[in-house]
């Protein structure tokens, strides 16, 4: 059976400029900064994704915060904004080039906020919910909100298969555990006829067939740069 219509990349949105200031000792280069847009501008034309500046910006000024946290705090693992862009912002827009359109997500064990985050910054029409149950990345997810002005995005702080589910188009969840336990639990927050995404590597999840589903494919893709496979599980909710 065919999957669904690929999202559509958008071509043009509202333009949000975050001016960054720096202290003159700051841990981020103007070396490094120009590396970083420089990574992420490449990937986003090898996806062949139209982001504009502002988004741009916001892109960079979320990989400069994480930095600045990672500072502190583990966040995620990646320490340079380079290895952000590559790793986190990038792969969150692969993946968007997989997915099919939604009008809202929720991104559960979200982490540091992704993929969730950089489809609040590059759709800023859909509404994304970002679900973590630790208290640290929750707080750098409220933080990041504020610093990059996004109105699009909320956070819920707890166990998914504790909190009240809100049903929304579509949910995504990547490395929060086992494919069908995460199956499972997202089910309850996708609304009938939304999508539930689940990443994987280049060999896709085992699922088993779950009552509630009406429909599964899988996706492939690859990351910009180094040319990694991905693939992404789709299934429709009945």
Do not use: C
Not at 7 to 19: D, N
Not at 125 to 134: K, M
């Amino acid at each position: 059976m065919e999957g669904p219509e690929p999202l559509l990349r958008p071509g043009s949105f509202a333009a949000f400029h975050v001016e960054r200031e720096r202290s003159s000792s700051g841990s981020t280069t103007v070396a490094e900064d120009l590396k970083a847009r420089q990574r992420l501008k490449r990937g986003l034309d090898e996806l062949g994704w139209a982001a504009e500046r502002g988004q741009i910006d916001q892109l960079l000024s979320l990989a400069e915060l994480l930095e600045s946290w990672g500072e502190r705090i583990n966040l995620t693992g990646h320490q340079s904004q380079a290895e952000i862009v590559s790793r986190l912002l990038l792969e969150a827009v692969a993946l968007l080039t997989a997915a099919p359109a939604f009008e809202s997500l929720v991104d559960l064990g979200s982490g540091a906020g992704f993929p969730g985050l950089p489809v609040a910054i590059l759709l800023p029409d859909v509404q994304v919910t970002l679900v973590d149950s630790r208290q640290r990345r929750h707080h750098f997810q409220r933080a990041a909100i504020r610093e990059l002005g996004l109105e699009n995005v909320r956070t819920e702080l707890g166990r998914v298969e504790e909190l009240a589910a809100v049903e929304h188009h579509a949910g995504v969840a990547q490395a929060m555990a086992k494919p069908n336990q995460v199956v499972a639990w997202m089910l309850p927050w996708v609304r009938p006829s939304g999508w539930l995404l689940v990443p994987g590597a280049e060999n896709p999840p085992r699922i088993e067939a779950k009552p509630g589903i009406r429909f599964e494919t899988i996706r492939r893709y690859r990351l910009p740069g180094n040319g990694a496979a991905r693939t992404l599980w789709i299934g429709q909710k009945l």
